[in-house]
């Protein structure tokens, strides 16, 4: 696997047989705890894998053991619990935790799954392997995509406004709101994946991508606000590697990651033979799709040589008024995990809020020690070091960082009076973490 390795090839097989389904309420419990370690690490080292370009073998495991939808399912579960439980859990009076980490790991399993899966789903035997669920997770791209369009006018995530965020549970909301954009852009590249495969998917799920969702005119939406995009002060800035970076003037006609996954999700939805002949084209699709003209530029064709075929289908399309394709009579499957999770435990919620308070979230200090040792164990530093796509970032102000905490050797700062005024915020994370490795 290279030079770094952060599992060996048994353990990686281990890790994967042993995933599983975890019911709503035991989210953040001891078992739960250990899959989502085993994730992280899982994440991790199918990054290296990617990076070293030496094979897939995380791929191919979840693949053999058949762990597809059972990621698929947990990455809906988590999902509904930061909609309905979450909510409820910041809105409890008596729930004033000392220390708001465990609860902080579940909102972010929803990313850990999510990042898995856009490493993974770049070879389309993912895609098939995902089986039914393919359609849970087509449901799920088209839930963040669309949240993704309605938040465009507030120019990506919020901001960080201190003065807004004066406890610990507000502060983790506003860390789940940041991080709420880029889970949605990881979905777009899973979406993109998915339209790769459209020559093997089934009826059902061509059809709830073009009819249900028509997804051809949510992704011209997406180019048209480009929420990865913004101004400010004059000059143009996207999001990538988790920041909002500034573009030389250079390089403003480059086309970006993310504007190519649209891209090539559109020629995929549009010009395959399994998808041209089951999308219907009313006059309101053919007005959205005809706007993508005005971006078809020459120096957009240079990049993307593929789009000229593109071209060439809206200028037929300006011309002639197309008929509607020949509907087959088809029984549907319909996407069945996220209906069946809020059968299961609708009018629940606050029940399960209050276990979760009682039994999850309120560790003694002895417990959030032993799992801070864990933590440092599985976030291991020269591997995160080894992924990461830049230099590390000041934990205060952003800049680039070259000085890391001294005692727990897990935040970056630029200056030293950076790492004072983080002190308020970091310290009691700091003494936990640094407790934790003086266990080992």
């Not at 894998?49 to 058949?66: C, N």
Request: charged share 25%.
């Amino acid at each position: 696997m290279g030079d770094l390795e952060l599992l060996l090839p048994g353990e990686a097989d281990v890790l994967v047989l042993g995933l599983r389904s975890f019911p709503l309420r035991e989210m953040g419990s001891g078992g739960w705890n250990q899959q989502h370690e085993n994730l992280e690490k899982l994440n991790m080292q199918a990054i290296l894998d990617a990076t070293a370009s030496q094979g897939e073998p995380i791929q191919v495991l979840l693949v053999t053991h058949g762990k597809i939808p059972v990621l698929v399912e947990e990455l809906i579960a988590v999902e509904m619990w930061k909609q309905k439980v979450f909510p409820v859990l910041c809105r409890l009076e008596d729930f004033k935790p000392l220390n708001t980490f465990p609860i902080y790991m579940v909102v972010h399993h929803e990313a850990s799954i999510i990042n898995l899966l856009e490493t993974v789903f770049f070879h389309k035997e993912v895609c098939e392997s995902a089986e039914d669920t393919v359609l849970d997770l087509v449901d799920y791209c088209h839930r963040k995509l669309t949240l993704l369009v309605a938040r465009s006018g507030d120019s990506g995530p919020p901001e960080d406004d201190e003065s807004r965020y004066s406890t610990p549970m507000q502060e983790l909301q506003k860390q789940a709101e940041l991080m709420e954009f880029e889970i949605a852009l990881k979905a777009l590249s899973v979406l993109r994946y998915i339209t790769d495969c459209v020559d093997s998917l089934s009826l059902s799920t061509l059809s709830r991508m073009l009819s249900t969702h028509n997804l051809p005119c949510l992704l011209v939406e997406l180019l048209e606000h480009s929420p990865w995009s913004r101004r400010e002060g004059g000059k143009l800035q996207q999001f990538e590697g988790s920041r909002w970076q500034t573009v030389a003037p250079s390089e403003q006609q480059k086309l970006s990651k993310l504007d190519g996954q649209v891209w090539i999700a559109l020629y995929n939805l549009l010009l395959s033979p399994e998808t041209r002949a089951r999308y219907c084209l009313t006059s309101f699709a053919k007005g959205q799709l005809l706007k993508l003209r005005a971006f078809l530029t020459d120096t957009l064709l240079d990049q993307l040589p593929n789009l000229a075929d593109l071209q060439s289908f809206l200028t037929q399309l300006a011309l002639a008024e197309p008929q509607p394709p020949k509907k087959d009579l088809i029984l549907e499957q319909i996407p069945e995990i996220w209906e069946r999770l809020e059968r299961e435990n609708r009018g629940k919620w606050q029940a399960i809020a209050k276990y979760q308070l009682r039994h999850v979230f309120s560790p003694s200090e002895q417990d959030l020690r032993l799992q801070a040792r864990r933590w440092a164990e599985t976030y291991r530093l020269d591997v995160l070091e080894a992924v990461a796509p830049e230099r590390p970032r000041c934990a205060y102000c952003s800049a680039e960082a070259s000085k890391r905490c001294s005692r727990c050797q897990n935040e970056w700062y630029c200056c030293r009076e950076c790492q004072v005024k983080h002190w308020e915020k970091h310290g009691k994370a700091c003494v936990l973490a640094a407790q934790g490795d003086r266990a080992k």
